[in-house]
């Protein structure tokens, strides 16, 4: 079974540009987490989807993140403009709905450096 | 709110020795806790949880609620346990069930 994925593995843009992060969850799992870690901090919870709809977005810092998960399947995060402090890995993980199986995995993750 | 401490941010350790890495949280419900560990070039992996009340890879970890710790221990250090290992925590309350991770700490197995 294939685990959960993330396009691309690296990204290096310039600050002003955008760039749109893709994850790929487990088929069948309705939770999507996306988390970022930006250099020498911990790993920070962005938001989760159920399915197709935003359950908790409270960890977005600000207007310039965008996060959409289209059908309930793949979901995409976008960064417009980037800014030199959203450099970090940005990962997404993925777990069944059920309160007996709440196991997150993780994707590999996606480092993304803004010069 | 929710926070996890993870007081050291580097842990050397000989090969065969004990091993404890220090986990505490803070949280106004009931929490569940985790272990998840991260080995060289490797995404992120669940180690343990808890709840299920487990040893994997030799690892245990005990929720001790007066102390609000967790803490991670394994009686004898092998080589291939040099990683970076992550506590975490969730709410068991519906739509509360995102992870709040530690910094962190990064586990060296000496040989």
């Known amino acids: 079974e294939a685990g959960v994925t993330q396009f691309p593995s690296h990204s290096v843009i310039e600050k002003g540009q955008t760039v749109t992060l893709r994850c790929d969850p487990i088929s069948g799992h309705d939770n999507l987490y996306w988390y970022r870690r930006v250099m020498g901090k911990e790993i920070k919870f962005l938001l989760h989807?159920?399915?197709?709809?935003?359950?908790?977005e409270s960890g977005m810092p600000n207007n310039r993140f965008l996060a959409e998960r289209t059908g309930g399947t793949y979901s995409t995060l976008k960064v417009q403009p980037a800014e030199l402090e959203d450099s970090g890995v940005y990962f997404c993980?993925?777990?069944?709905?059920?309160?007996?199986?709440?196991?997150?995995?993780f994707g590999q993750g996606t480092r993304l450096t803004v010069v | 709110a929710q926070r996890v401490t993870q007081p050291e941010k580097l842990l050397s350790v000989f090969k065969g020795a004990p091993v404890e890495l220090k986990c505490n949280y803070s949280y106004s419900g009931s929490p569940e806790l985790f272990w998840y560990v991260q080995y060289s070039r490797q995404r992120l992996q669940l180690l343990l949880r808890h709840i299920s009340r487990e040893s994997i890879k030799g690892f245990t970890a005990d929720l001790n609620k007066g102390e609000t710790s967790f803490h991670l221990k394994k009686p004898f250090a092998q080589e291939e346990d040099s990683a970076m290992y992550y506590c975490a925590l969730s709410g068991r309350d519906f739509g509360n069930e995102k992870l709040t991770f530690g910094t962190g700490t990064r586990l060296t197995i000496i040989p």
């Open positions: 993980a993925s777990s069944q709905g059920t309160r007996l199986n709440t196991e997150a995995f």
């Open positions: 989807f159920v399915k197709e709809s935003k359950q908790d």
